[in-house]
């Protein structure tokens, strides 16, 4: 009898569990049909879980052994077979009314600053971008990064010091909302933009960093997923794109290949790798929402980046200064605030491992927020709790090492690598940027010793270099030619056309008497793209087909008897 009554207790569990997972199930579906994704959460026994299920699903957040989640209808179904029992969440991009989001009147004006409460429409975006531009141009200027898969715009403001003109500085770059309805950063960083044009020439901070840096900040990483519910409200977003592809998971990995998601690479995806190969930057963050972390690299490693310390030391300076003006509790997720990535839980394809370990930038991604929408009456206030947290990450730019790599014998700029010795690891060493060749090399306290190294120059080696926690060194470099004083002298400057290329370069042999011409072409990393001979036979230009090169920066060294000449090119599709 007592085993009876067992089983009708089992069964009768058994009966509920069902009845509630076909709930799930059809809760599940709607959303699939509305959405293209669903939000979920599950429990796990163990977090070593975390890394297959990554490569299965998109991992949102992990508290304790509860997991938030979101998958397509593909992923979704494969996750359902492995058995979990899951709870089917409200999608967060529609959990707030429209009263809760706009507030149009509070759009940037000729009378003044904006009140940034509110949302804005996408065309607001767009003239706020334009108006930006139009009422700042010494100061500002906005780049086109690409386009989303439904024609949406990828925007950036570029704000500095003679906006035009590359100069030798930092280039530093926020962006937002990678994750479509994840949109505190969305405003602030709008409200950003606008702060630095209107408080330079009489706020110190904001005048130094515009001075200093060459700031870029795209608000709007993903527009298809934020208006997914049209273009006059972010309510209905979606955290992936057009496609239902979760785009942070979407980059080639160190560890998990170049599909780890096993998507192909999206439009923002490839408009984004080819804006960071274009600019070069040093630093920059991504901003998300779901939880309250400075959340630094690796991702897709357990083991531990070069620059710990010097990421540590900046998240706690990131945290502890909201915390001195944030209300108690806030933004105090993880470890106070700061959580190495792998720590946390695990991400393949991430955009904050693809910028560190591919472009030496030092990227980081900043959690703002629990709510991922929030009600928009509080945007002002957290406003004030984080914007200066803004301006200290910004400002870690002007510190460390940093200089100009240059020919001994021409002065021209140098494409060059440095690598710090016993210190150096998983692509943690930088490049100088061309056309200006700077290079900017963050680092915690400590003293150092640096390798300046460049195809065909001598390498230097520059011991004890002492760097102290906020202050900048400038170290400017010369490196000599292999061949310098032997009668192969840099003689400058190629002629190229068209710039940017698509198709072929048309190369404008130097008017030297030189019967063949050696042709090489490097990538940005220094890989050799061609290596080829150049006979004169008295034409003027030489083509070269780079239909097939990746988009990017190129180098051209065009090296014969009556010298050298490089020139540096823009390939873009």
């Not at 002007?398 to 016993?422: C, R």
Request: aromatic share 12%.
């Amino acid at each position: 009898m007592k085993k009876l009554l067992t089983l009708l207790v089992l069964l009768f569990f058994t009966i509920v569990l069902v009845q509630a997972q076909s709930y799930d199930v059809k809760k599940a579906d709607s959303l699939l049909n509305a959405n293209g994704e669903v939000y979920f959460s599950f429990h796990v026994y163990d977090r070593a879980e975390l890394d297959a299920l990554t490569n299965i699903i998109s991992l949102d957040n992990v508290r304790g052994d509860e997991v938030f989640a979101y998958a397509n209808r593909k992923e979704f179904g494969k996750f359902s077979k492995l058995g979990y029992v899951v709870t089917i969440l409200t999608p967060p991009g529609s959990m707030l009314a429209d009263k809760d989001l706009m507030k149009p009147e509070g759009a940037l004006n000729s009378k003044g600053p904006a009140t940034w409460n509110f949302y804005p429409s996408y065309q607001q975006y767009l003239d706020t971008m334009a108006y930006y531009a139009s009422t700042y141009p010494s100061l500002c200027k906005i780049d086109t990064i690409g386009t989303s898969k439904t024609g949406r715009l990828l925007l950036a403001a570029k704000i500095s010091r003679n906006v035009n003109v590359d100069e030798a500085k930092p280039q530093f770059l926020y962006t937002s909302s990678i994750h479509g309805d994840e949109v505190t950063g969305y405003v602030e960083m709008l409200h950003l933009i606008e702060y630095l044009l209107t408080n330079y020439g009489t706020d110190p901070k904001a005048t130094r960093l515009v001075d200093s840096v060459q700031i870029f900040i795209n608000p709007l990483a993903n527009p298809d997923g934020t208006y997914h519910g049209g273009n006059n409200t972010v309510n209905g977003a979606t955290r992936t794109n057009a496609n239902n592809v979760d785009l942070n998971r979407n980059y080639p990995d160190p560890a998990a290949g170049p599909h780890p998601d096993g998507n192909a690479w999206q439009p923002e995806t490839v408009a984004f790798m080819n804006f960071a190969s274009t600019f070069g930057f040093n630093m920059s963050a991504n901003f998300h929402g779901g939880s309250e972390v400075f959340n630094y690299p690796w991702d897709t490693w357990v083991r531990r980046c070069a620059d710990v310390n010097w990421w540590e030391f900046v998240g706690r300076e990131f945290a502890d200064t909201i915390h001195q003006y944030g209300p108690t509790g806030y933004f105090t997720d993880e470890q106070n605030g700061v959580t190495d990535g792998y720590d946390w839980y695990r991400v393949t394809g991430g955009r904050q491992d693809y910028m560190n370990y591919w472009h030496s930038c030092r990227e980081v991604t900043i959690e703002l927020t629990t709510v991922k929408i929030m009600p928009a009456s509080l945007l002002p206030s957290y406003w004030n709790y984080e914007y200066r947290s803004f301006l200290n990450y910004i400002e870690q730019s002007l510190y460390g090492i940093h200089g100009v790599v240059t020919d001994t014998a021409t002065g021209l700029p140098l494409y060059a690598k440095l690598t710090v010795l016993n210190h150096d690891a998983d692509s943690s060493i930088i490049y100088s940027r061309m056309p200006t060749g700077f290079y900017d090399r963050v680092i915690d306290q400590g003293t150092w010793s640096l390798m300046f190294s460049c195809p065909g120059y001598h390498t230097k080696t520059i011991n004890n270099v002492t760097v102290t926690r906020r202050h900048g060194i400038h170290l400017d470099v010369q490196l000599k030619a292999i061949n310098y004083g032997t009668g192969e002298l840099n003689q400058g400057e190629l002629t190229i056309y068209p710039v940017p290329a698509s198709k072929d370069i048309h190369i404008v042999l130097p008017e030297a008497e030189s019967a063949k011409w050696k042709l090489d072409v490097l990538n940005i990393l220094g890989v050799s793209m061609y290596s080829g001979e150049i006979v004169n036979t008295g034409q003027l230009v030489c083509n070269l087909d780079v239909s097939s090169y990746p988009a990017g920066m190129y180098f051209i060294r065009l090296s014969g008897k009556s010298g050298i000449y490089r020139k540096q090119v823009v390939i873009r599709h």
